[in-house]
């Protein structure tokens, strides 16, 4: 007769306490200035982000030091300060704006007797709750789980070796070791699934690129409006709210611009400053969006006093997720709040390089329609191309995008067709099987496609821009 192990669960999670009876969690948030002065838009982004997380801030605890305490981060005299204002607001979860080792957690919640979450773990909070598809419930949950795995250190009081005795005989394992391996089994499991979610997410961007239409793809700073000018570009659904991280799951429809161009536009997340490298990792998939965009719309609330910060952090990931090259018009969204009139900036080849909107007013949406047109008209190529006779699809759909200008039939049956598309739709079309160029050259006539060549959710109706 054995001896059974009992079943041991993963080790508990890195998130907020949930009160029960409709109670919000009291929260207390630190921000300390290390060798700087503390900036008060720091103090804003993370009550914001308490707030976005479902907590109330009761109290805001600052100080300065040159470099992190090793034990607490914030220092001894500050952790008893913070454990008397704990006490006295009756604060249920203190909130640190800073990235914490797992010790320096672990000490700072055993002092305080509340829970601790570092800036990366809140954010992660945040993400759980927002993530509504499938897939992005998943890569929540391995952000999470790789980010509790460097939690494992030490972290528990029952780490001693199980006991030997009449039948158990042997070093056993240790708890420590039975997280670690529960928590990489859960890993492969989360990791496998969303491979296979992004093998069917990689086939349709490969069959948008056998079928090339733009796609233009939103960034920006976290509540900068990204999701309020998708709705206004596309008319589809979009959930709006004035809080960080409002959406989370990427949104791609079809817009036809006033000229008859079409693309397909596409929402994804909202970048923040020192977005946790776990989420990074894990939301691949989403970001790839970006990634493969033709055109990036930059969405920067132009009202924002540290705009110019929040920029270069966005570009900063764009760079992270190799997205840095993509050609970029930047967005200044909300110019209602500034009280100024909508207009388009160019570059030095006369580009268009910025436009200045206000997406909940729509204002100014004339202006980017003409920006986004004009620079993916840059570029245009005429070309003859020949296409197998299978793909009667194909030649379907770029007589109905108003692309071609010519066919002549060939003896084996396949078809050399003349076609003036976008650069980047052009070499898109190339890599179609069967496909081939035969000429190619420039021209300075821009692109009118009168119809998409991908089929979209939303009516047509809805998806035109004026």
């Known amino acids: 007769m054995c001896a059974c192990r009992p079943r041991t669960a993963l080790p508990r999670r890195t998130s907020l306490p949930r009160n029960d009876g409709g109670v919000t969690t009291r929260a207390i948030l630190v921000r300390l200035g290390l060798g700087a002065q503390i900036d008060p838009e720091d103090i804003e982004e993370l009550t914001q982000l308490a707030l976005s997380a479902g907590t109330r ?26 454990r008397e204002v704990a006490e006295a607001q009756e604060a249920d979860v203190i909130l640190v704006d800073h990235a914490l080792s797992a010790s320096q957690e672990r000490n700072l919640e055993k002092h305080v007797g509340r829970r601790v979450l570092d800036r990366n773990s809140l954010i992660l909070d945040i993400f759980a709750q927002r993530a509504r598809s499938f897939e992005g419930k998943l890569e929540v949950e391995l952000a999470q789980l790789k980010h509790l795995a460097t939690r494992l250190v030490r972290g528990w009081t029952h780490l001693e070796r199980q006991k030997g005795g009449i039948g158990l005989r042997g070093p056993g394992e240790t708890q420590l070791e039975t997280d670690r391996r529960l928590l990489a089994q859960r890993v492969r499991v989360l990791t496998k699934r969303l491979a296979r979610l992004r093998q069917q997410r990689d086939t349709g961007r490969r069959l948008r690129a056998e079928i090339p239409v733009p796609t233009v793809t939103l960034v920006g700073y976290t509540n900068a409006g990204k999701s309020t000018l998708f709705h206004a570009l596309t ?17 791609v429809r079809r817009v036809r611009l006033a000229g008859g161009t079409s693309v397909v536009v596409a929402d994804t997340v909202g970048f923040i400053r020192e977005l946790p490298h776990e989420l990074v990792a894990a939301f691949q998939s989403t970001l790839t969006e970006a990634r493969e965009a033709t055109l990036l719309l930059h969405v920067v609330d132009a009202s924002h006093p540290r705009r110019d910060a929040q920029m270069a952090q966005v570009n900063r990931v764009l760079a992270e997720i190799g997205a840095a090259d993509i050609p970029q018009i930047v967005v200044y969204n909300k110019i209602d709040r500034l009280h100024t009139a909508a207009r388009i900036e160019r570059d030095s080849e006369a580009r268009p390089s910025a436009v200045w909107i206000s997406a909940a007013e729509r204002t100014g949406l004339d202006l980017l329609g003409q920006a986004i047109a004009e620079r993916l008209a840059r570029g245009t190529r005429w070309a003859r191309v020949r296409i197998p006779a299978a793909a009667g699809a194909l030649r379907s759909r770029l007589y109905s995008s108003g692309a071609v200008r010519g066919e002549r039939s060939l003896e084996d049956g396949s078809m050399d067709l003349a076609v003036e598309l976008p650069e980047t739709e052009l070499l898109a079309l190339a890599r179609a099987r069967g496909v081939q160029i035969l000429e190619m050259q420039r021209t300075d006539a821009p692109c009118t496609a009168a119809e998409g060549y991908l089929q979209s959710s939303v009516s047509a109706s809805a998806a035109k821009l004026s």
Not at 64 to 80: C, H, I, L, N, Y
Not at 235 to 251: C, K, S
Request: hydrophobic letters at 35%; a negative charge; aromatic letters at 10%.
């Open 57 to 82: 801030p009761v109290a805001t605890i600052t100080g300065g030091r040159e470099r992190p305490d090793p034990r607490f981060f914030v220092g001894s005299g500050k952790a008893d300060e913070l």
């Open 235 to 251: 008319g589809a659904e979009a959930y709006v709210a004035d809080q960080l991280f409002a959406t989370l799951d990427p949104t």
